[in-house]
């Protein structure tokens, strides 16, 4: 067998030369540091405040009802004599107990999830 060759990528590079002025250059990567941490901060800040800010409207925002064509019912039931309606707006149940509207619902012309305007 063979053996394999291993080159590392620290024996392929070439070789440092150290300058005199590598103690300053700390110096300046501590100011680069604490700029870097305040932009981070601010930064993740500003985020923060920024999904509260979301999460409070959407707990406030209540959205409009859906306008519909007014005085329009939907079918829900027939029982008693009665027909068994809710508001297409509001969604508020109403029963009428007009017999031509109880006798077109029993002959079927009337069916369930139908709108009637009254």
Known sequence: M???????????LPPRHYNEHEEDDFEDDDD??????KKTSWGLLAVLSFGVL??????LYVPAAPVY???GYRVVSVSRGRVHVEEVGTGKR??????KLVKAALDGSIKRGDVIYR
């Open 2 to 12: 063979s053996r394999k060759r291993r080159y590392y990528r620290e024996d392929r």
């Open 32 to 37: 680069h540091t604490e700029r870097l941490v």
């Open 54 to 59: 979301l999460s409070i409207a959407h707990s």
């Open 69 to 71: 064509s007014e005085g």
């Open 94 to 99: 109403v029963s009428f107990d007009d017999q």
